[in-house]
């Protein structure tokens, strides 16, 4: 047990107050190279515990044919578990966009029908990654992805099935998806809040949680570690209680702040991802970032210690690490911060 861990361990009658009513979940990339059916997915998460489990990209389902969504739906219950289901871009100027697969606004209309049916309140999707940053910049593709969910706005409202918007890959700060959201309209469009992905827009993830707790409909956790170098800074994600985040109060945060989301486990770890904010050009593609965020990464980076990365041999290696990497964070989120699982 680290020094971390044992510090949390001491906070464990403040977190009772709050974890109870923390619905655990795991979001399938977690485990992404496994291979496995839905139904297989689904007995695993069973076995881990989890009250919900979170289909983030369609390949994890299968088919979005309705018998077979229907089929997956009645299995879940029969686990007792809550199903979320989501997809990639919609934005259809993203360097992530798949046209092969319609219009923005046919693939969402798609999910939508796709979560009704299987017992989903949301449809997760993404505007793209950090390569939407630059020219024509953010704000241009901010704008086109605002006018897909326009489009689809009367089919969500109709279905009751909302719109949660992931930052995703470095594409926005938590501020330039809140202008998303309530630009595209709060009633229908929330927020999937990735802790980890904070860091790779140069933001402290309890900042990021802070500033999209009101929108918050579902969430990808994991932990980061941030160290400086010559250029900057890396971030490498970890296993929850590796990295840098305080997890007791975040948790503490996240119980009092999004109360109806679930705390979703999408562990990604063994590599470094470089932040370089010290060379020339880097900030031409956050023109709009601002200092009191920075700093606080800057502070997160100040405290970090650099970590090695990891190479599966193999793809049967790489299905074990990622089973081993979940399963330990899933330890850390039972044993020492007092989540509840079923």
Same mark, same amino acid.
């Given at each position: 047990?680290?020094?971390?861990?044992?510090?949390?361990?001491?906070?464990?009658?403040?977190?009772?107050?709050?974890?109870?009513?923390?619905?655990?979940?795991?979001?399938?990339?977690?485990?992404?190279?496994?291979?496995?059916?839905?139904?297989?997915?689904?007995?695993?998460?069973?076995?881990?515990?989890? !009250?919900?489990?979170?289909?983030?990209?369609? !390949?994890?389902?299968?088919?979005?044919?309705?018998?077979?969504?229907?089929?997956?739906?009645?299995?879940?219950?029969?686990?007792?578990?809550?199903?979320?289901?989501?997809?990639?871009?919609?934005?259809?100027?993203?360097?992530?966009?798949?046209?092969?697969?319609?219009?923005?606004?046919?693939?969402?209309?798609?999910?939508? +029908?796709?979560?009704?049916?299987?017992?989903?309140?949301?449809?997760?999707?993404?505007?793209?990654?950090?390569?939407?940053?630059?020219?024509?910049?953010? +704000?241009?593709?901010?704008?086109?992805?605002? !006018?897909?969910?326009?489009?689809?706005?009367? !089919?969500?409202?109709?279905?009751?099935?909302?719109?949660?918007?992931?930052?995703?890959?470095?594409?926005?700060?938590?501020? $330039?998806?809140? &202008?998303?959201?309530?630009?595209?309209?709060?009633?229908?469009?929330?927020?999937?809040?990735?802790?980890?992905?904070?860091?790779?827009?140069? +933001?402290?993830?309890? &900042? *990021?949680? $802070?500033?999209?707790?009101?929108?918050?409909? *579902?969430?990808?956790?994991?932990?980061?570690?941030?160290? $400086?170098?010559?250029?900057?800074?890396?971030?490498?994600?970890?296993?929850?209680?590796?990295?840098?985040? +305080? #997890?007791? /109060?975040?948790?503490?945060?996240?119980?009092?702040?999004?109360?109806?989301?679930?705390?979703?486990?999408?562990?990604?770890?063994?590599?470094?991802?470089?932040?370089?904010?010290?060379?020339?050009?880097? #900030?031409?593609?956050?023109?709009?970032?601002?200092?009191?965020?920075?700093?606080?990464?800057?502070?997160?980076?100040?405290?970090?210690?650099?970590?090695? *990365?990891? /190479?599966?041999?193999?793809?049967?290696?790489?299905?074990?690490?990622? /089973?081993?990497?979940?399963?330990? *964070?899933?330890?850390?989120?039972?044993?020492?911060?007092?989540?509840?699982?079923?």
């Amino acid at each position: 047990m680290n020094r971390r861990q044992f510090l949390a361990l001491g906070a464990l009658p403040v977190l009772a107050q709050h974890s109870a009513a923390v619905r655990l979940g795991i979001d399938l990339f977690s485990i992404r190279s496994q291979g496995w059916s839905p139904f297989e997915y689904l007995d695993y998460c069973a076995r881990q515990g989890a !009250r919900v489990v979170h289909f983030s990209e369609i !390949r994890f389902l299968g088919s979005l044919e309705a018998e077979h969504l229907r089929q997956v739906r009645e299995h879940a219950q029969q686990l007792g578990i809550q199903l979320e289901i989501g997809m990639r871009s919609i934005c259809p100027t993203s360097t992530m966009f798949e046209p092969k697969l319609g219009t923005a606004e046919e693939q969402l209309v798609r999910m939508i +029908e796709a979560a009704k049916t299987i017992g989903s309140p949301i449809v997760r999707a993404v505007l793209g990654s950090m390569a939407d940053r630059t020219p024509p910049g953010i +704000e241009s593709h901010i704008e086109d992805t605002v !006018r897909v969910l326009r489009a689809v706005r009367t !089919r969500a409202v109709d279905t009751g099935i909302k719109i949660a918007i992931e930052n995703h890959a470095g594409d926005m700060q938590a501020w $330039e998806l809140v &202008t998303l959201i309530e630009t595209a309209g709060k009633e229908y469009v929330g927020a999937t809040l990735d802790s980890g992905n904070a860091t790779w827009t140069m +933001e402290d993830p309890l &900042t *990021s949680l $802070e500033t999209l707790a009101p929108y918050v409909l *579902s969430t990808g956790i994991r932990d980061s570690m941030v160290w $400086e170098d010559a250029n900057g800074a890396q971030v490498q994600w970890t296993a929850l209680g590796e990295g840098l985040v +305080e #997890w007791p /109060k975040y948790v503490e945060k996240f119980a009092a702040l999004c109360p109806a989301a679930p705390f979703n486990l999408e562990i990604i770890s063994g590599f470094a991802h470089p932040v370089p904010y010290l060379k020339e050009g880097f #900030w031409d593609v956050w023109p709009k970032a601002r200092a009191s965020d920075f700093v606080k990464f800057l502070a997160l980076a100040r405290r970090g210690k650099p970590l090695g *990365s990891h /190479k599966s041999p193999d793809a049967k290696a790489e299905q074990e690490y990622q /089973k081993e990497q979940l399963e330990r *964070s899933l330890r850390y989120a039972k044993e020492v911060l007092g989540l509840g699982l079923k």
